[in-house]
């Protein structure tokens, strides 16, 4: 039986973020000169029995342990426009056993978001295209049009110690540009780290990609101080990844790549085993009025309003896959139910990856920060300051 999680008189305690100044070089403003005393505890004790890792949190082992809370915001910056303000509340808990590390997190989301920048056609064109995974606005700034994207949550750790993170978070990677002698191509949001060496290892769960299909996992991914215009620091682990875009150019034209002989009503993703089940067909031609045909023959026709925009059965943006090598570390699971995420996460204590953080020290407490997108894309709500594990 599910418990209630939050506890206001604990989060009154903590404060909102507030985006620290943060020049084009990517200088910021540190929250102190001091180094911040580990007051932010999630403290992991020792169990023999390890959580299952569902989504449901129903297990007693997580009675074991004391939670803490984590208030995040949305930065009120023009990269994040649409969403800047935005608050949520995590509750989080950890375990740990002689191999692995376990995590739950718990926190409010007004809607479950999971049409992520699916297919539709224009049947006075005939052409497929895919909605946009950012808002819409009109030339006064008003909102015409929301984003079509997916919930995520993410969690940050040094895999090599970074200067400042232990006092400012993940802040100190957040940069509206790259350096002055360097083209950005217009960006105004880029993670990165500011000193040759430093990494910073990132956990970052994709709810259609990722951990609401039949493959429970959190890909791994890290930030450096290398950079560039397009991704700025952020960077893959080695390994394949848990999803392949569903697109391809046919006859000269974008369509998606596969669909469902019988979808459901709003569905969002194809699974490996409805690809290898024969439930998803490949589009094989796509005619001049947006018909398609598929490899067993069939047609969707452009005229059925079910695949058009906002109809009931378009395509999704993307087929999920069995991962591999360190894209797989990580194994999560999110489930939503009546205005809450609960995610359960379980990664080895010693990966052995130089782009990872080991927890391979029990004495010393780990600085992390915490990040929420609520159908976002790169706008995300995070804490003011980092929080700590210490296994006890």
């Known amino acids: 039986m599910k418990k209630a999680f939050f506890k206001p008189t604990a989060l009154l305690l903590l404060g909102f973020f507030a985006l620290q100044g943060c020049d084009r070089d990517g200088a910021l403003e540190a929250l102190d000169e001091d180094e911040v005393a580990p007051i932010n505890l999630m403290v992991a004790p020792r169990v023999t029995t390890p959580p299952v890792i569902d989504g449901v949190a129903d297990d007693a082992v997580w009675d074991q342990a004391d939670p803490v809370f984590v208030s995040v915001t949305v930065a009120d910056i023009p990269a994040f426009a649409g969403y800047g303000g935005r608050t949520y509340q995590v509750e989080m808990k950890a375990v740990y056993d002689d191999n692995s590390v376990y995590f739950l997190a718990r926190y409010n989301d007004a809607k479950l978001d999971a049409d992520r920048q699916p297919w539709f ?8 295209q895919q909605e946009s995974r950012y808002p819409t606005f009109d030339e006064e700034g008003r909102l015409i049009r929301k984003g079509f994207y997916e919930d995520k949550f993410s969690l940050m750790w040094e895999a090599s110690e970074v200067e400042g993170f232990a006092r400012s978070g993940c802040a100190v990677s957040c940069h509206v540009g790259l350096s002055p002698f360097s083209n950005d191509g217009g960006k105004t949001a880029l993670k990165y780290t500011n000193n040759f060496g430093e990494v910073l290892d990132m956990w970052h769960l994709k709810y259609v990609r990722s951990a609401g299909t039949s493959i429970p996992t959190m890909d791994d991914q890290h930030t450096n101080w290398t950079s560039t215009a397009k991704d700025g620091g952020r960077h893959s682990d080695p390994g394949v990844n848990s999803y392949a875009n569903n697109a391809q150019t046919i006859d000269g034209k974008a369509a998606p790549l596969y669909v469902l002989k019988n979808p459901p009503s709003s569905y969002f993703w194809i699974t490996p085993d409805q690809l290898a089940g ?47 090598g360190d894209r797989a570390d990580i194994t999560a699971r999110a489930v939503y139910d009546g205005g809450f995420w609960t995610v359960e996460i379980k990664r080895a ?28 894309a790169i706008a995300h709500a995070t804490s003011a300051e980092p929080f700590f594990l210490r296994f006890k």
């Open 278 to 324: 024969g439930e998803a067909l490949k589009v094989i031609a796509a005619h001049e009025n947006g018909d398609l045909t598929l490899a067993d023959g069939s047609k969707i026709l452009a005229s059925d309003p079910n695949y058009q925009r906002d109809g009931a059965l378009r395509p999704p943006s993307v087929y999920t896959r069995i991962p591999d």
């Open 349 to 376: 204590m010693i990966t052995g990856s130089d782009v990872d953080v080991q927890f391979d020290d029990l004495s010393k407490d780990f600085p992390f920060g915490v990040a929420v997108f609520d159908n976002a």
């Open 121 to 128: 056609v224009d049947p006075a064109t005939g052409l497929w």
